[in-house]
Every structure is written in structure tokens, then in C-alpha cells.
């Protein structure tokens, strides 16, 4: 059994065969015109690379995954701000509205002990006691 020829040999040890000449001759060293590298392709150093085209789907996607993810990192912190903001605004407004309350009994104690007062004295002077509301001091009149 002997190969006729190298027609017939198989393409695979053709491209074997080629590939260990490429390596015997890369141990031999460079050849003298491979010595020295050389630039075949002429560049313009006036011409500006093209920008490469932008898929404006791909950007939008890509603006909300950011987004979606900025906000995922920030929501613990903001919802701290807004809860200290919360706290502080709450304990103003509630001590205003305890202030105003306080205001407002300690008027209303006053008036109803001014009123039994008066309706006492009225009642130990034998005076008809007078109706509520209405000042019962004679210096008011």
C-alpha cells in the first residue's frame, strides 16, 4: 500500500505537513525581509476615526438599568432622610399643636373658675346669679 502520488494524499496531512514547515522555519529564524517591520497600510493624520454607530434601544435599556439600579443603592438612604425630615417637621407641628391646646384649656379653666366664682359670690350675696358668659365684675359695666 504506498500513496501513489501527492494528489491523492489527504488533505489533512497536507495542512499538518504545511504547518510543521511554518514551524521548522520559524526555528531557523526570521528571513532577512521579515526583519525589519513595515507599515502597508497608509493612514491620514487629518482623517478622524468614524464613530462607531449607536443602537438607541440599547441605550434607553442601558439609562434604565442604571437608573433601576442608582435608585436600588439610594432608596435605603432616602427613605432615612425623609424619615428624619418627617420627624423633625412632626415634633414642631405636634409641639405647636399641644402649645395651642395648652393655650386654649388653660383659657377655658380660667373662664369656667372666673364664671363658678362669680356665681358663688352671687349666691352668698343673695343675687340672682348671672347668666353665662356675662361679666359679673361692677367694675366691667
Known sequence: MSNGGRSEQNPLVERVDALLRRHQQA???????EDVPVLTEIVDPQARPAAPAVDMKLVEAFADELETAVLLRLAPELDRLFEERLVSRLGDMLEQVLNDMR?????????????AIAASVAQALGAPPAPAGEKTDPADK
Open 27 to 33: 526555528e531557523q529564524g526570521p528571513r532577512r525581509d
Open 103 to 115: 393655650t386654649e384649656l388653660s383659657a377655658g379653666v380660667h373662664r369656667m373658675v372666673r364664671e
